[in-house]
């Protein structure tokens, strides 16, 4: 559905004249404070469930682009992949310069997850 809506949409904006587009990949959610705080009795992995559902997306958004480049004549596009620019910082910190990535900086509850300003 979310594909369907996003395929309306950029086909609303490229018969207005938008031509160049760029897209976000979904983060991965289950692995961020936010919601494994909000998983009552996390005990701190990433949430498969929502991992699942964010790489279902993603593929999807990754199919859909080259579809509708084939499709409109002058489509143009990037993706920034946050999935894997974030997962590689989760996975890999002291690479990236990170000592903490399972903890917030800010914010209440398990893992600091619970926005709090
Ligand atoms: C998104 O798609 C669903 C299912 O086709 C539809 O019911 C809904 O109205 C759409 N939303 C928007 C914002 O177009």
Sequence with gaps: MVIGNLTIVIKEMYK???????????APWG?????KALEP???GACIDG????VKLHNKALFEVLPKLERELKGFK????D??????ERINNP????????KIAC????????????
């Design 16 to 26: 207005k004249g938008g031509r160049k587009y760029v897209f976000l990949s979904l």
């Design 31 to 35: 692995c961020t404070p936010l919601f």
């Design 41 to 43: 009795g996390n005990t």
């Design 50 to 53: 929502l991992t699942t559902i």
């Design 77 to 80: 596009y990037s993706i920034a």
């Design 82 to 87: 946050f999935y894997t620019f974030l997962i």
């Design 94 to 101: 002291s690479k990236y310069g990170f000592k903490e990535v």
């Design 106 to 117: 800010f914010g209440t509850g398990p893992y600091r997850g619970i926005p709090s300003c």
